[in-house]
């Protein structure tokens, strides 16, 4: 007989809140994800019986501890750093880092928590942590990111295996930071094993892990215009942020035949209306990752396309939104904007880009909309299969590596709409299709193993 009777969402969440104050992201993503998953256990005992939405959403543990490096000038600097291990109930705990100066624990557990749905969702053996630090690699020296990278890694080691929990990239962090604290583990551990992912080709690392997030992304879009009998072809598209998942993204829709007219940083974005050429995404890709620069430059090499400081791309008429900066840079106002200007599809390539009252909107207008979990899967997917062939001890041909990666992001999106029909077979729910489609696999698994 059952112990407990089912708790109401609103109940739930008051308890949430209270037992996580301040926390207003990681309030954001539990909210949003269990919401759907509320409904679907309504009539199934079990899970309320066993308590599992209080302990998916209690992170098995939270890690913090001081970082201290020294800065060119000989100056002492202190930083924090976190790991968060949300659940590691269907596999090795999994998920990036992130170097960024408004990271904060409430972010962290939010990224965490969407990790482990996410992760489900690949159909790898990957449970969902997430780490990183407030440390700002913006305008330090190579040698700066170095010694706070050995610095953060001496602290991490202990918590990471690669059997237990291994790190990735995510904002801030790509290829020369995983560089940097894969060295240091190496030289404290003395294992050279795929306690990374993400890493150089060279040291372990898969080919196509660089592009996976940003291609995946585009993949997913393309899957759920296809449902609709549509394409990329000719479509004007919007993309926000420049860095890694931004760059190829945009790689991938040109050679789809899309137009992207932008691109962006936390200072403003460029509009384009001639389209980003893959000639000028080379250029991007060389200021962004080799010259360390601000978008606004491109102005200045490709006539016809204007600056605009301060403000986020979605006020340009498109036809596709693919979101890839940040989390919450999609307010309630520029979801109408979109929705007025003609925006039919949008793919988040970002985790968590879009407030809850903007994919409401999204929602009710029926639009095309692919939540973080499952349209930003493609990388850490690739990760998984990096841990693979770690495992093995062999890397496999970019045309398998290809291969997989569209696979599973078309996988995914039959898991949504599996989860996620509606009365209108022509309007498939993609939140409650990813957040239930996700949970599911967890949620049995933490059942097998009785109270723990
Ligand atoms: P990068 O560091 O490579 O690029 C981040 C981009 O977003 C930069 O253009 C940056 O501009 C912009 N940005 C960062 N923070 C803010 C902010 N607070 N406001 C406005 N713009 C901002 O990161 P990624 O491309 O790897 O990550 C982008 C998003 O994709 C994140 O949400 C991340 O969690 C998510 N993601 C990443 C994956 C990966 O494999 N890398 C996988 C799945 C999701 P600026 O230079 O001014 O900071
Ligand atoms: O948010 C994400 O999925 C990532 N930053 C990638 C995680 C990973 O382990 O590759």
Not at 42 to 59: F, L, N, S, V, W
Request: aromatic fraction near 10%.
């Amino acid at each position: 007989m059952s112990k407990y009777t089912a708790e109401s969402h609103y109940d739930f969440m008051n308890d949430l809140v209270r037992r996580n104050p301040g926390q207003i992201e990681f309030h954001q993503a539990v909210y949003e994800v269990t919401k759907p998953i509320f409904d679907y256990i309504q009539d199934k005992p079990a899970y309320h019986e066993y308590r599992i939405m209080r302990r998916i959403t209690e992170p098995d543990r939270v890690m913090s501890f001081r970082v201290c490096w020294e800065n060119d000038a000989g100056e002492v600097c202190v930083n924090r750093g976190w790991r968060v291990q949300n659940n590691n109930a269907i596999g090795p705990y999994k998920g990036g880092l992130r170097f960024h100066p408004s990271v904060n624990e409430s972010i962290l557990k939010f990224l965490a928590f969407e990790q482990t749905f996410k992760n489900s969702l690949t159909g790898l053996p990957m449970g969902g942590g997430k780490g990183g630090s407030d440390f700002d690699p913006k305008g330090k020296s190579d040698h700066e990111v170095m010694r706070f990278c050995q610095a953060f890694m001496t602290e991490l080691y202990r918590h990471i295996g690669d059997d237990i929990d291994v790190p990735a990239g995510d904002i801030g962090v790509g290829a020369r930071e995983i560089g940097y604290m894969f060295g240091q583990w190496k030289r404290i551990t003395r294992r050279h094993n795929g306690v990374f992912t993400g890493k150089g080709l060279e040291y372990g690392g898969s080919l196509l892990r660089p592009e996976a997030t940003g291609y995946g992304a585009t993949y997913f879009m393309q899957s759920m215009l296809a449902h609709r009998q549509d394409g990329i072809e000719k479509k004007i598209c919007l993309v926000s942020g420049s860095g890694n998942v931004a760059q190829f993204a945009v790689e991938k829709i040109v050679q789809l035949g899309g137009k992207v007219v932008t691109l962006s940083d936390s200072d403003g974005f460029i509009y384009d209306p001639a389209g980003i050429t893959l000639e000028k995404l080379e250029w991007v890709k060389d200021l962004k990752n080799e010259r360390r620069g601000r978008i606004a430059e491109y102005v200045d090499h490709f006539s016809g396309s204007e600056y605009i400081p301060g403000l986020r791309p979605w006020r340009v008429p498109c036809h596709l939104a693919f979101p890839c900066a940040t989390q919450n840079e999609i307010l309630l106002e520029d979801a109408k904007m979109l929705l007025a200007n003609g925006c039919i599809g949008v793919s988040e390539g970002a985790n968590m880009p879009t407030v809850i009252e903007g994919i409401d909107a999204f929602l009710a207008a029926k639009i095309l909309f692919g939540p973080g979990k499952a349209a930003n899967a493609g990388g850490v997917a690739v990760s998984g299969l990096e841990m693979s062939q770690n495992s093995a001890k062999m890397s496999w041909k970019e045309e398998d590596l290809q291969r997989l990666l569209f696979d599973i992001m078309t996988g995914i999106h039959t898991s949504c709409v599996e989860y996620g029909r509606t009365e209108d077979p022509r309007f498939i729910d993609y939140v409650r299709g990813a957040n239930v489609g996700g949970f599911v696999k967890v949620a049995d698994a933490m059942l097998a193993y009785g109270v723990v």
